[in-house]
């Protein structure tokens, strides 16, 4: 049994994983304490994950758990992976990996030097269609990528009073940009590796106090792969998430973000489908589409239990810091209105 403590309890994803680890016993995962800097956040969020509520994290650290999950505010995810290194103790950090780039290398140096793992919470790399997507790009059999587009959204605009949360304070999370387009980022990165440029405009155009609710940003690859990501959290429902052109054939999927599975839908939709240029129609695959955004966050329990057993990472912690980098160069391009390449350092004023 490996004994996990949450470190943070601002982001609520770690309800949906921790309650499975809770309930699916053959995970062999125990969450045997929470630490939160908000008093009434912390008694709240332990009574969810049914466990005790520790009023320092160091206690918490020092009670015998293997690994920590790390669900704070962005702003405090270096000081506490550090503190979970120095410890000895593998961490499941949750995005985006930090604030700045500073902050993401010291993550990376806490992480090597005390000899820990680390895997982010990435829950797009562990999504069975976004593996059979990955299977179809890497395997060939549809040619050569050209072109990937991904629509990327949220709700934000409905969600009551979500302008007062810690998401849109700048000392905490930057904004919605920075926190949520690390998911879609990440997704590109992890199919196609690094991309040499990109060009962005981003917009505020809903709420004056969710900066940046909108944006587009378009990466260039050295091979000439294009890969436009469309960054909407004013979207009210959509279906199809991701499009993959390649020179001998198509890919689509719907149902791919929480938008996307907001609405019901014809028990035969079809969530995956592809298209190669020697057949006579598309395929469809057999993968359902998850009937809630929910079940999506719920499915990452097996990988970090997996992650925890001695499995791979989802994601290491140079990855999460290349992914960081990326959203830091969408702000450079939409502050300096011209495309920006991957060896700007000026990420680091960011």
């Given at each position: 049994m490996k004994k996990v403590g949450v470190l943070g309890l601002a982001h609520g994803h770690v309800f949906s994983f921790g309650k499975e680890w809770n309930e699916n016993k053959s995970l062999d995962v125990e969450i045997v304490g929470a630490w939160d800097r908000d008093p009434e956040r912390l008694r709240d969020g332990a009574a969810k994950l049914q466990t005790k509520a520790f009023s320092d994290p160091d206690e918490l650290l020092a009670s015998g758990i293997d690994a920590v999950v790390i669900t704070?505010?962005?702003?405090?995810?270096?000081e506490l992976a550090e503190k979970?290194?120095?410890?000895?103790?593998?961490?499941?950090?949750?995005?985006p990996m930090a604030l700045t780039m500073a902050e993401a290398d010291r993550i990376v140096a806490a992480v090597e030097k005390a000899g820990v793992r680390l895997t982010m919470g990435w829950q797009m790399r562990v999504d069975p269609q976004n593996i059979e997507i990955k299977?179809?790009?890497?395997?060939?059999?549809?040619?050569?990528?050209?072109l990937f587009r991904r629509r990327h959204g949220l709700s934000t605009h409905v969600w009551k009073d979500f302008q007062d949360t810690w998401h849109n304070d700048p000392r905490l999370n930057r904004d919605i940009f920075a926190d949520d387009s690390a998911h879609p980022f990440d997704l590109m990165l992890w199919?196609?590796?690094?991309?040499?440029?990109?060009?962005?405009?981003?917009?505020?155009?809903?709420?004056?106090?969710?900066?940046?609710?909108?944006?587009?940003?378009?990466?260039?690859?050295?091979?000439?792969?294009?890969?436009?990501?469309?960054?909407?959290f004013t979207c009210s429902a959509s279906e199809i998430t991701t499009e993959v052109y390649l020179s001998g054939g198509s890919i689509q999927q719907y149902f791919g973000d929480n938008p996307a599975c907001r609405l019901p839908r014809p028990e035969y939709a079809c969530g995956l489908k592809w298209y190669r240029e020697s057949d006579s129609g598309w395929t469809s695959s057999s993968i359902p589409s998850p009937k809630a955004h929910s079940e999506r966050l719920k499915a990452q329990a097996k990988p970090f239990a997996e992650f925890l057993h001695g499995?791979?990472?989802v994601a290491d912690a140079r990855e999460a810091r290349d992914c960081l980098r990326l959203v830091l160069m969408c702000y450079l391009s939409a502050l300096d209105g011209k495309r920006i390449y991957a060896d700007d350092e000026r990420v680091y004023d960011l």
């Open positions: 704070s505010e962005t702003a405090y995810h270096a979970a290194a120095a410890a000895g103790k593998d961490i499941i950090l949750y995005k299977r179809l790009i890497s395997s060939g059999e549809l040619g050569r990528p050209c199919l196609f590796g690094m991309p040499e440029s990109v060009t962005c405009e981003m917009s505020t155009v809903v709420n004056p106090s969710v900066k940046n609710d909108n944006a587009v940003a378009v990466f260039r690859y050295p091979n000439g792969l294009i890969c436009e990501i469309s960054l909407c499995g791979p990472a």
